[in-house]
């Protein structure tokens, strides 16, 4: 079992960033790749970005592309997401996610484990 726990949301005006932290534990961290994810009220789940186990490889989904950055500690068993020049459209519940294996994948199915969530929410 791995136990992940997001932290860093809160309200935010357009054009602000902030930055979420998971924190993981459990399983050795450095085994998982990691994903971030979020909803919307009234919406589905929406695939954010990814990170693989060591770091070295990213992938983001086209609508945080160039604003949103993950980086992951593995000596600290965290996985960041930096976002900057905020939108309205960015407001949403995130969670990070973690899953086994190499793949890189927005799929969420392919994640094993989730957190709870933290709410971020942008105003105009």
Request: glycine share 12%.
């Amino acid at each position: 079992q791995v136990q992940l726990v997001e932290s860093g949301g809160g309200l935010v005006q357009a054009g602000g960033s902030l930055r979420l932290s998971c924190a993981a534990s459990g399983r050795t961290f450095s085994n998982y790749a990691m994903g971030w994810f979020r909803q919307a009220p009234g919406k589905g789940r929406e695939f954010v970005c990814h990170i693989n186990r060591s770091g070295g490889s990213t992938y983001y989904a086209d609508s945080v592309k160039g604003r949103f950055t993950v980086s992951r500690d593995n000596a600290k068993n965290t996985v960041y997401l930096q976002m900057n020049s905020l939108k309205p459209e960015d407001t949403a519940v995130y969670s990070c996610a973690a899953k086994a294996g190499v793949t890189i994948t927005g799929n969420e199915r392919a994640y094993a484990y989730w957190g709870s969530g933290t709410q971020v929410t942008v105003s105009s």
